[in-house]
């Protein structure tokens, strides 16, 4: 049973940081490509970044140069770096797994930036 549970969101201000954590169970993680999406109130469910392996990266355009998407095929887990975070990066960020021609989700984890 593929089971991906995200960690890490939280409320943080403009400018500042946080780092996502998805614990990925289920499935053989290090053959498959991982992604974050992320759903702002109102808005459709919008690629973040994805991960391959053995670790080649995509980012959506808003956020280039301020996130970074990682994986420790050891841990099972996938990570999302967020730097310089602004108000518009509010969102709920679900992690995903494209599985046997499935889309899995987490639950998601909220992050709010404002100061």
């Known amino acids: 049973q593929v089971q991906l549970v995200e960690s890490g969101g939280g409320l943080v201000q403009p400018g500042g940081s946080l780092r996502l954590s998805c614990a990925a169970s289920?499935?053989?993680?290090?053959?498959?490509?991982m992604s974050w999406y992320r759903q702002a109130p109102g808005k459709e469910r919008d690629l973040v970044a994805t991960?391959?392996?053995?670790?080649?990266?995509n980012y959506g355009d808003s956020v280039k140069g301020r996130f970074a998407i990682s994986r420790d095929n050891a841990k099972n887990t996938v990570y999302l770096q967020m730097n310089s975070l602004r108000p518009e990066d509010t969102a709920v960020y679900y992690c995903?797994?494209?599985?046997?021609?499935?889309?899995?989700w987490g639950k998601g984890t909220l992050v709010t930036v404002s100061s």
């Open positions: 991960i391959g392996n053995p670790g080649a990266t």
């Open positions: 995903n797994v494209r599985w046997f021609y499935r889309d899995y």
């Open positions: 289920g499935f053989a993680f290090g053959n498959y490509v």
